[in-house]
């Protein structure tokens, strides 16, 4: 079966960076679109970035330049690289997954066919 674990999230003060990974199996083939979406406490689901089969990356604007997606060639891991990062940024975050083309629509309403357990993430 699918599964999703996601890993590398922790306590950070202001400025600093964490880099969070998520480990994807059980796929038969890869998934057209992974992203990473987060949930803070009585916050909406906001999704902060996403990766297609083909390259294409999307941010949320308040991410845009502090953060980076990336994924192994194997698309088995997907990365979420955050740098200077605010307090606001604080939630749990979640690797997801969306067979769907021009997936960003979708992510950044934190729609998906599949999502891991999320990791935490705090900013102080």
């Known amino acids: 079966h699918v599964q999703l674990v996601e890993s590398g999230g922790g306590s950070v003060q202001a400025g600093g960076s964490l880099r969070l990974s998520c480990v994807a199996s059980?796929?038969?083939?890869?998934?057209?679109?992974m992203g990473w979406f987060r949930q803070a406490p009585g916050k909406e689901r906001e999704g902060v970035a996403s990766i297609e089969r083909s390259g294409r990356t999307n941010y949320a604007e308040s991410v845009s330049g502090r953060f980076t997606i990336s994924k192994d060639n194997a698309w088995n891991t997907l990365y979420l690289q955050m740098n200077s990062l605010q307090p606001e940024d604080t939630a749990m975050y979640y690797c997801?997954?969306?067979?769907?083309?021009?997936?960003?629509?979708?992510?950044?309403?934190?729609?998906?066919?599949?999502r891991g357990q999320g990791t935490q993430v705090t900013v102080s």
């Open positions: 059980g796929f038969t083939r890869s998934p057209y679109c």
């Open positions: 997801a997954t969306l067979n769907l083309a021009g997936c960003w629509g979708a992510i950044r309403r934190g729609v998906s066919d599949y």
